[in-house]
C-alpha cells in the first residue's frame, strides 16, 4: 500500500499542474530557441562575442522565465526548476555521468589531448549556470513542447532523437561537441520526460561540459575569454 501510495505521489509531482498553454505559445517558444541558436552562430562564432552573447542570452530567458511565472506561479516546476526531485534524479544521471568522464580521460590520453589545469575550476563554478540555460531550452522547452503539443501527436523517442539532432547542430563546426552533445542530449531527453529536474542536468552539462573541453576538445576556454579580457 505504501509502495503504490509513494507511486501516486511521485507521478503526481511530475504531472502539468500550469495553466493550459497553447499549441501557439508551445511553437513560438520552440521558433525563440531556434533563433538563439542562430545566435550563437552569428555573435559566437562569426563575430566572436562569446562571453557578451552568452550574458544576454541568460538575461533575455531570464526576464521570460520571470514574465512567465507572474503569469503562472506553477510554471518553474512543471519546467523543472525544481529541488523536491533533485536527489532522484542524481541517481538517474550519476551512471551516465561517470560513464561519460571515463570516456574523456580514455579519448584524451589516446588523442594526447589531455589538458587538465587549474582554468578548469573557474568552469566548474560558472558553466553550470550557462548549463542549465541551455538544458532550460533545448530540453525543457523544445523536449517538453515537442512532447506536449496538442496538434501532432509525438512518441517519446522522435521527440528526443530531434531535440538531440538540434542540440548537436548547435554545436557546429565542432566534430567532438556535436558527437558529444548528441549522446547528452539523449539521455538527457529520457531523464527530463521521466523525471523533470533542470538544475540536475544544467549542474552536469556544467560540469561534463568543461571536462570535455580540457580532454577530448583540446581547448581552453579560461583562456579564450575570460584571459583575453583580463590582458585586454
Known amino acids: ?30 521558433i525563440a530557441v531556434a533563433l538563439t541558436g542562430v545566435g550563437k552562430f552569428v555573435f559566437m562564432d562569426y563575430l566572436n562575442w562569446r562571453l557578451p552573447f552568452v550574458v ?7 526576464i521570460y522565465i ?5 503569469k503562472d506561479t506553477l510554471v518553474l ?3 523543472g526548476f525544481r529541488i523536491d526531485n533533485f ?16 570516456s574523456f580521460l580514455v579519448i584524451g590520453y589516446l588523442q594526447g ?3 587538465l589545469s587549474w582554468h578548469i575550476i573557474p568552469l566548474l563554478i560558472t558553466y553550470p549556470i550557462w548549463g542549465t540555460v541551455q538544458q532550460f531550452l533545448t530540453i525543457g522547452l523544445v523536449a517538453g513542447n515537442l512532447n506536449t503539443l496538442k496538434f501532432v501527436r509525438l512518441n517519446k523517442f522522435p521527440v528526443i532523437v530531434l531535440t538531440a539532432i538540434l542540440f548537436s547542430i548547435v554545436h557546429y563546426p565542432s566534430n567532438w561537441l556535436m558527437i558529444g552533445t548528441f549522446f547528452l542530449a539523449l539521455y538527457y531527453g529520457y531523464v527530463y520526460l521521466k523525471s523533470k529536474n533542470l538544475y540536475v542536468l544544467g549542474l552536469l552539462h556544467g560540469w561534463l561540459g568543461a571536462l570535455f573541453y580540457y580532454t577530448v576538445v583540446n581547448q581552453d576556454p579560461f583562456a579564450d575569454v575570460f584571459l583575453k579580457i583580463i590582458n585586454g
Open 1 to 30: 500500500m505504501k509502495s503504490k501510495l509513494t507511486k501516486y505521489l511521485v507521478e503526481f509531482s511530475n504531472f502539468s499542474l500550469t495553466r493550459p498553454i497553447s499549441d501557439k505559445v508551445r511553437l513560438l517558444e520552440i
Open 56 to 62: 544576454f542570452a541568460i538575461l533575455a530567458w531570464s
Open 77 to 79: 516546476r512543471d519546467w
Open 66 to 70: 520571470r514574465y512567465r511565472y507572474k
Open 87 to 102: 536527489k532522484t534524479v542524481l541517481r538517474l544521471m550519476m551512471p551516465f555521468a561517470l560513464l561519460s568522464i571515463l
Open 113 to 115: 589531448t589531455l589538458n
